[in-house]
């Protein structure tokens, strides 16, 4: 008896990841604000911060290009945007590694709030989040137990309790979406942290501080009941893969034209370095590595956008997998192609290859997806 396979390919039409007006207009508007802002000196200043990140810089990214409205929909709120779009956001400020929580607090915890079993309980908690003025965290690999009912009415609304470990932004963010357990039912869950104990964590990546957050009776609000949890839980978890990967991309693209700038202005033996072949092959190479990365990145998330995709799971693996071998292997080339100066410290090199690093720890590598593409096409 043989077994059967799925077919591992695009099943939406190659023409979903074409680049469009608009997309191109605020790719430009994000890439000159990240020129003016984002500079690897001034990222280096702002993780010295109580907060790790600069303030004022997340202020202006939602106050003006307003990144956590944008794949909010309108009757909530917000720009009505797809996730292709938000795609280009989260190319550009990974790229320039911003220390700001886009990816959590803008990206993932917005669309657990969008998600909602009654997304108008929670528009507050929305409303703050467009606004930049409250931040929040997300770990749904991370389970904490929820205790009294939440429709009581004697006073008591539910608390949680337990401890979350490595919380991205954990020491400075307001509030955690976490997977709780409720009678015997999992429930996705927001948390007040205002009264928990944070414990900061050594971290690889400087840009993404991480803390284990103790919880004891902490305030908390039900998201998705248990009829809800699991598919919730998957989407989300696809959301994250796709802007993980989108950002990888981004980052790709932006050794390669880094390591070009250094190598056509380094001479040796009287010509630019990059003029010698074996440079060049690894360029080819590291060329091929960026496209192939856009592409899958770009691809998972505009099947995200389409209600109809049977392949959503599949394209999020992929664009895990491929994006995540890149992004190491371009950090690692990068390093070695600008040769002493790569190795040290000073030079931004390092920063992309610990971010790479630490995104490994977080939301696991290459091998864990590419262990998950074969259980989907049943290897």
């Not at 931040?135 to 939440?150: F, K, R, W």
Request: hydrophobic residues 45%; glycine residues 10%.
């Amino acid at each position: 008896m043989t077994q059967q396979t799925r077919t591992a390919r695009p099943e939406a039409d190659p023409s979903i990841i074409l680049p469009t007006p608009e997309r191109d207009e605020l790719r430009t508007i994000v890439a000159q604000f990240v020129a003016r802002h984002g500079t690897h000196e001034a990222v280096r200043q702002s993780i010295d911060s109580d907060r790790g990140y600069s303030e004022s810089r997340w202020r202006t990214l939602n106050e003006e290009l307003q990144v956590a409205a944008l794949a909010v929909p309108e009757s909530l709120g917000g720009h009505g945007f797809g996730f292709a779009d938000l795609g280009v956001v989260l190319e550009e400020t990974g790229a320039a590694l911003l220390p700001e929580p886009v990816l959590v607090s803008a990206v993932v915890a917005g669309q657990a709030l969008v998600r909602a079993d009654d997304p108008e309980s929670v528009g507050d908690l929305l409303g703050a989040v467009m606004e930049g003025t409250r931040t929040i965290g997300v770990s749904l690999d991370g389970e904490v137990t929820m205790t009294a009912d939440p429709g009581a009415t004697d006073g008591t609304g539910p608390v949680a309790n337990g401890i979350v470990e490595g919380v991205l932004w954990g020491q400075g963010v307001d509030s955690l979406v976490v997977v709780a357990s409720c009678g015997g039912e999992r429930v996705l869950v927001i948390v007040d942290l205002a009264g928990a104990e944070r414990r900061a964590r050594e971290v690889v990546d400087l840009t993404r501080r991480r803390a284990d957050v103790h919880l004891v009776d902490s305030p908390a609000r039900v998201l998705v009941g248990a009829e809800r949890f699991a598919d919730v839980l998957r989407e989300l978890n696809l959301i994250t893969g796709a802007a993980l990967a989108a950002e990888h991309a981004g980052i790709a693209a932006r050794l390669l034209d880094d390591t070009v700038a250094y190598v056509t202005q380094r001479h040796q033996f009287g010509r630019p370095i990059g003029s010698f072949q074996a440079i060049k092959h690894r360029l080819a190479d590291m060329l091929v590595d960026r496209e192939r990365a856009r592409s899958a990145a770009m691809y998972a998330l505009a099947v995200l956008d389409r209600e109809d995709a049977t392949d959503a799971d599949l394209a999020v693996a992929v664009a895990s997998a491929v994006c995540a071998d890149v992004v190491t292997r371009s950090a690692h080339e990068a390093i070695q192609l600008h040769g002493g100066i790569g190795f040290t410290w000073e030079h931004s090199a390092h920063f992309y290859l610990r971010r790479a690093l630490g995104d490994e720890g977080a939301f696991g590598g290459g091998r864990e997806a590419r262990r998950s593409i074969a259980d989907l096409v049943g290897v």
